[in-house]
């Protein structure tokens, strides 16, 4: 059976058990509301999409989750949804390959992502996600609500002047975010590429229009630029200073750091990769070198800050729907607390994206993005693999 047939009996298979319209009510044994709060055996009621109220209703429910715990739907921040490997299992397109082709690519990549339990992501970024987008908040096609930076801006894209009509057109062409990357990947480096002038004009620029900016940036002077730009959001970080950690903390910058996923998929999936662009044997030894530096850095960040440490993944190829990978690393590898994590990829993700009274938390008013898990996370963390209903705004994706 090609993909494209799979594809689509999943789709008719799982979903839409309920309309949107139907009352609901799931009962939580555990329910992590997204916020650090925790309560016990709670019913959940939700209906036109959006939860009613969460109380100690008596049963029958519909959804009866007694043994399991409940969860808002989770939020990554970074992913870059059309990213697949080729008919030869290679990081790259295939000969010919049509813009149609790396649609359903991204279609395959975005059902993976929301049956793992992410039911909003944040694509950073190609012009065809948004086409994405826009079919799935058609109502049909599964997958996560999507954002998306439309495709990013670099030190290429031009001098200052050119950069503020580039937002300018991005804004108008639907974008949901500005991604730009102010220095150069890990695999050459990561110095800063952008002058000073050119970051400030994009985040300036953005600002102004109401958008968000997410900022691809190594290290203490890079870093420190963007944030003086008045930048949103950091992507990588990896290597700066205790000053860095100051000033993010003081300033409310998000951070979004990839200590786990992003380096294991990479070491993992080493031959479809090397050889390609900088994917070199220097660009892997750069980022073996990163991803220990890339720990040492968060532990310090954690230890001395108050630092809004947002969940990402910079998901691509091979990665998709292994969103929580990243979060297991975080706690396993990198210290941070269970709770925290799980509110960094719930109610704080859905802060950065200034959706935070909408996702991100299971609370009344709030979308009905509700998952369940078999097992406890906050006693073990890989239970949060075990994903066996997905909600997205009402209508159950997933329920096994
Ligand atoms: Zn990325």
Do not use: W
Request: net charge negative; with cysteine; proline share 3%.
């Amino acid at each position: 059976m090609n993909k494209v047939v799979t594809l689509a009996l999943l789709f008719l298979c799982s979903s839409f058990s309920f309309a949107q319209s139907e009352q609901l009510t799931i009962r939580a044994g555990l329910l992590i509301d997204g916020t650090g709060a925790t309560s016990e055996n709670v019913t959940i009621k939700v209906e036109d999409g959006i939860i009613q109220s969460i109380d100690n209703g008596a049963g029958p429910y519909d959804f009866d989750f007694s043994d399991k715990t409940v969860l808002p739907g989770l939020i990554d921040t970074h992913v870059h949804i059309t990213a697949h490997f080729n008919s030869q299992g290679r990081y790259e397109p295939d000969p010919g390959q049509t813009p149609a082709q790396t649609l359903l690519y991204a279609a395959e990549n975005a059902y993976v992502t929301l049956m793992a339990g992410f039911t909003t992501i944040q694509s950073v970024g190609r012009a065809d996600d948004k086409d994405l987008r826009d079919a799935i908040n058609r109502g049909i096609l599964p997958g996560p609500h999507i954002l998306t930076s439309l495709a990013p801006v670099n030190v290429n894209s031009g001098p200052p002047q050119r950069l503020r009509e580039i937002v300018q057109q991005h804004h108008e062409d639907g974008a949901d975010v500005i991604k730009m990357f102010a220095s150069a990947s890990i695999r050459d480096g990561g110095h800063q590429v952008m002058s000073d002038d050119q970051i400030e004009a994009v985040c300036v620029t953005a600002n102004e229009l109401g958008l968000r900016t997410v900022v691809h940036a190594y290290g203490t002077e890079s870093i420190a630029t963007v944030i003086e730009a008045g930048c949103t959001q950091i992507e990588h970080g990896n290597r700066y200073s205790d000053d860095i950690i100051e000033l993010m903390s003081e300033t409310g910058t998000y951070y979004d750091p990839h200590l786990g996923l992003l380096y294991a998929n990479y070491f993992d999936n080493r031959g479809k990769f090397i050889g390609i662009g900088n994917y070199t044997e220097e660009g892997y030894a750069a980022m073996e070198e990163a991803r220990s530096i890339g720990y040492e850095t968060f532990k310090r960040t954690l230890e001395l800050g108050k630092v809004k440490i947002v969940y990402g993944t910079d998901a691509l190829a091979g990665a998709h729907g292994r969103n929580i990978e990243e979060l297991i690393y975080r706690v396993t590898e990198g210290g941070q607390g269970i709770m925290e994590a799980i509110v960094s990829a719930t109610s704080l993700a859905a802060e950065s994206l200034r959706m935070d009274t909408e996702i991100g938390s299971v609370a009344s008013g709030y979308n009905a993005d509700i998952i369940a898990i078999d097992g406890n996370p906050l006693q073990d963390v890989t239970a949060l693999r075990n994903v066996r209903f997905v909600m997205k705004d009402g209508s159950v994706h997933k329920n096994n």
